[in-house]
Nanobody, 128 residues
Framework: QVSLVETGGGSVQAGESLRLSCTMV????????MAWLRQASGKEREGVAS???????AYAASVKGRFRIFQDNTKTLLYSEMSGLEPEDPATYYC??????????????????????WGSGTLVNVSA
């Protein structure tokens, strides 16, 4: 059973940076995709960034150029380096793993963004 643990959330001021980490415990024998998604209060969950099995990354337009997603060499740690945080970024950030597909940024895509395993989330607050 795969479990994901996110750390690194916190409260910062606009313009500051945070690094989120996700540890994948009991690594899936097949991992097509690791990704970060977020859900702000009163809003729907949305994809933020993805990292597929070939190392190809993708970003939501709202974070492109400010966030960077990367893995460690063991492929069990996923990071989101978030710089220039804006008042629109506060949310609970979730780490997720997709076993069969990597399309978490697709709006209106498959249920659960096609992701198979989810962490419990870490909260990011940004004050203006």
């Amino acid at each position: 059973q795969v479990s994901l643990v996110e750390t690194g959330g916190g409260s910062v001021q606009a313009g500051e940076s945070l690094r989120l980490s996700c540890t994948m415990v009991a690594r899936s024998s097949q991992t097509m995709c690791m990704a970060w998604l977020r859900q702000a209060s009163g809003k729907e969950r949305e994809g933020v960034a993805s990292f597929d099995k070939d190392g190809v990354t993708a970003y939501a337009a709202s974070v492109k150029g400010r966030f960077r997603i990367f893995q460690d060499n063991t492929k069990t740690l996923l990071y989101s380096e978030m710089s220039g945080l804006e008042p629109e970024d506060p949310a609970t950030y979730y780490c997720a793993v997709g076993v069969w597909a990597c399309r978490p940024l697709v709006v209106g895509g498959p249920p659960g963004f096609g992701m198979d395993y989810w962490g419990s989330g870490t909260l990011v607050n940004v004050s203006a």
